[in-house]
């Protein structure tokens, strides 16, 4: 008797092969329904992110100029190294570390202390001495970097509730003429 027969009257190799492409067609079906169904949600609530942070907690370039122009209150942070911040930062921005940590962090770059100082620490403790009502914006160079989303995440862990990360970094900041410290 020629033809195909349910799985459960097969045996040995045959069972196995059948058994094999019927794993087959329920993977098909699975990634199937995964890719028409979880992907598009997925890829939506991800485009309301950027930099791992919804809109309302990041800010742009213009926004941020029209806030120092119009005198609002805000603390702006410069969440690249000291170097970099010595070389050019936004007026008006601050490291936002302790000053202990900079100079611990300069002797380890120097290899004077084999030790690296804590940064997490040391935002830490700097951020005691603000109100967690503080209105705060963290930047980094450029819309690629992660060190100012890092940073404004990590703020908003200590209780801070007014914390934006600008979008742009320094570099679009300096290329649309605003002012910097050099």
Request: glycine content about 4%; aromatic content about 12%; hydrophobic content about 40%.
């Given at each position: 008797?020629?033809?195909?027969?349910?799985?459960?009257?097969?045996?040995?190799?045959?069972?196995?092969?059948?058994?094999?492409?019927?794993?087959?067609?329920?993977?098909?079906?699975?990634?199937?329904?995964?890719?028409?169904?979880?992907?598009?949600?997925?890829?939506?609530?991800?485009?309301?992110?950027?930099?791992?942070?919804?809109?309302?907690d990041r800010i742009?370039?213009?926004?941020?100029?029209?806030?120092?122009?119009?005198?609002?209150?805000?603390?702006?942070?410069?969440?690249?190294?000291?170097?970099?911040?010595?070389?050019?930062?936004?007026?008006?921005?601050?490291?936002?570390?302790?000053?202990?940590?900079?100079?611990?962090?300069?002797l380890y770059n120097?290899?004077?202390?084999?030790?690296?100082?804590?940064?997490?620490?040391?935002?830490?403790?700097?951020?005691?001495?603000?109100?967690?009502?503080?209105?705060?914006?963290?930047?980094?160079?450029?819309?690629?970097?992660?060190?100012?989303?890092?940073?404004?995440?990590?703020?908003?862990?200590?209780?801070?509730?007014?914390?934006?990360?600008?979008?742009?970094?320094?570099?679009?900041?300096?290329?649309k003429g605003y002012?910097?410290?050099?």
């Amino acid at each position: 008797m020629g033809g195909s027969r349910p799985f459960f009257f097969l045996q040995g190799r045959e069972m196995h092969y059948q058994l094999f492409i019927f794993k087959q067609w329920i993977f098909l079906i699975i990634t199937l329904f995964l890719l028409l169904f979880l992907v598009p949600t997925a890829q939506s609530a991800s485009s309301e992110k950027k930099l791992g942070l919804f809109q309302e907690d990041r800010i742009s370039a213009d926004e941020l100029r029209q806030k120092q122009l119009k005198a609002e209150r805000f603390i702006v942070f410069d969440a690249r190294d000291q170097k970099s911040y010595q070389e050019m930062h936004m007026e008006g921005a601050i490291l936002p570390r302790t000053d202990d940590y900079y100079k611990k962090q300069e002797l380890y770059n120097q290899r004077v202390t084999s030790t690296p100082p804590d940064a997490d620490k040391a935002l830490i403790e700097n951020m005691k001495k603000y109100p967690k009502n503080t209105a705060i914006v963290t930047y980094c160079n450029s819309g690629n970097c992660q060190a100012s989303a890092v940073m404004a995440l990590q703020i908003k862990r200590m209780g801070f509730n007014n914390v934006r990360a600008l979008e742009d970094g320094i570099q679009i900041w300096q290329k649309k003429g605003y002012p910097v410290r050099t």
